[in-house]
């Protein structure tokens, strides 16, 4: 009696992603993804800005526009707004290279008024069909999300050897070994850390590998500071900088085109932060975190930035330092929302050498492959079709990443109409369509094999029960669909 008295007036657990850790180490943790995501959410700006031949004070608009609204769309997804917005997950949100190339296809053919104005309209596309799209979630059971949630990382290794290498393998200076050195060094620092501090110290290992690497480019000549001391205190465009939106049919369906491809990116990233983080994952959860990165192309529309989607070497973070707090994230949007706002902070950031932010990065993209492997166990491969559903979706899924030009640039469909390119150009996109489609007529459309000759094998990890969920089953949604 006494003790059943006791738990009633006990407070409830606190879920991980729920509790808000002290304030010093909210900051500490919090600075840690930015410094993790922050090479990748600048080098979308810098790409397209090269590609359309903009001078440096534009491009550098771009930049501070783009940390501002990725800054705005990482808060809203950890926080949430209402029953509108945010999957209230770890997720960090920042600039996707989905749209690099239609940006600058339509930005050649009519000007960046007219990408602004067809990234409105996805953004508004991107806001009506956030709950349809989310309820294809039951489609996504562990072997649909494994395997994209796998290419996700694997599709980011040779981004990751870029930073650390050089990005065209046709320079002198690709490959250098004291850079190479560098980002090795790194990750070995990063092991190190890793196993020898203890708790918080230990989480945040990334972080002090990166310090620790930076410190040893200095004597390499590899920081430079000139764009700090060059950058504005206070810096921010005023919405429609280009001009007045302008619509074309064809950039605002290429566009949209690019929402989708988002939204599957982003669905499979917030499956593996469910799964890693043990907090189950609802279809108004996904509606609402798709949601976010359809306000994302709204707000980048106006502000002269670019849309969200959630990022996966962050996602790797989380899974590598064990850190669930949903509210270190809305801190790293905080950073995010300053550095937007005022230049010289993001110069700073900016100043660390690719190398030494490739090294990081390369265990992050990784640590997302084998969130997707631990996925992957829990799918049943016994009198089925299931290994050749994941060996297709793998092996055809990564084409587009494995072959590229010198400069990184998929050129394995090069050949096929632009609009295609759009979908088959990316590595997620084409597994996500595989692994999906493949699902659909091996567990779906005919009865599995396992289930037929294995009836006790079967379990619901090849597609929805149809006779419903185990009223005793206490594990997360993303885990049982």
Request: charged share 10%; aromatic share 8%.
């Amino acid at each position: 009696m006494q003790s059943s008295q006791s738990e009633r007036s006990s407070p409830a657990e606190v879920h991980p992603v729920d509790e808000v850790l002290p304030a010093p180490r909210l900051a500490i943790l919090g600075l840690q993804h930015v410094f993790i995501m922050y090479a990748g959410a600048v080098a979308v700006p810098f790409i397209v800005g090269s590609a359309l031949k903009l001078d440096m004070r534009t491009i550098a608009l771009l930049v501070n526009a783009d940390l501002l609204v990725a800054g705005i769309a990482t808060i809203i997804q950890a926080v949430g707004i209402s029953k509108i917005f945010g999957v209230r997950l770890p997720v960090v949100a920042g600039a996707t290279f989905t749209v690099v190339s239609p940006m600058i296809t339509i930005a050649a053919k009519h000007g960046l008024p007219t990408v602004y104005g067809a990234m409105l309209c996805s953004g508004v596309f991107g806001l009506l069909i956030a709950k349809p799209f989310s309820k294809m979630i039951k489609f996504f059971p562990p072997l649909v999300a494994g395997t994209v949630i796998a290419v996700i990382g694997l599709s980011l290794i040779g981004p990751g050897a870029g930073m650390i290498a050089g990005h065209n393998t046709g320079a002198a200076d690709y490959g250098q070994v004291s850079h190479i050195a560098l980002g090795f060094g790194v990750i070995a620092l990063i092991v190190v850390f890793s196993k020898v501090l203890r708790g918080f110290l230990g989480q945040i290992a990334p972080l002090l590998a990166l310090v620790v690497g930076t410190l040893v480019s200095i004597p390499m000549h590899l920081l430079h500071l000139d764009g700090v001391k060059s950058a504005d205190w206070i810096g921010i465009a005023s919405p429609f900088h280009f001009g007045a939106p302008r619509f074309d049919a064809a950039a605002i369906i290429s566009m949209c085109i690019v929402m989708l491809v988002t939204y599957t990116e982003s669905t499979a990233d917030m499956l593996a932060v469910a799964e890693m983080t043990g907090k189950e994952l609802t279809d108004g959860d996904i509606a609402r975190g798709l949601a976010t990165d359809g306000l994302s192309a709204v707000l980048g529309g106006t502000m002269n930035s670019f849309p969200d989607t959630a990022y996966a070497e962050n996602v790797g973070l989380v899974q590598m330092t064990g850190v669930r707090s949903r509210w270190v994230v809305a801190v790293a949007g905080c950073f995010l929302l300053v550095m937007g706002l005022v230049p010289k902070v993001g110069a700073f950031v900016a100043a660390v050498p690719e190398p030494v932010v490739g090294g990081a990065a390369l265990v992050m993209f990784a640590m997302v492959t084998a969130v997707g492997i631990q996925t992957l166990k829990k799918v049943d491969f016994t009198g089925n079709h299931n290994f050749l559903v994941v060996a297709v979706s793998l092996g055809v899924g990564m084409l587009p990443a494995v072959a590229t030009d010198q400069f990184g640039n998929e050129v394995f469909f090069k050949n096929f109409p632009d609009w295609t390119q759009i979908i088959f150009g990316s590595p997620i996109t084409l597994t996500v369509i595989l692994a999906f489609g493949l699902n659909l007529v091996f567990n779906h459309l005919t009865a599995p094999r396992s289930r037929t000759a294995l009836p006790h094998q079967a379990t619901s990890t090849v597609g929805p029960d149809p006779v419903g969920p185990d009223p005793d089953d206490s594990q997360p949604s993303t885990a049982s669909l």
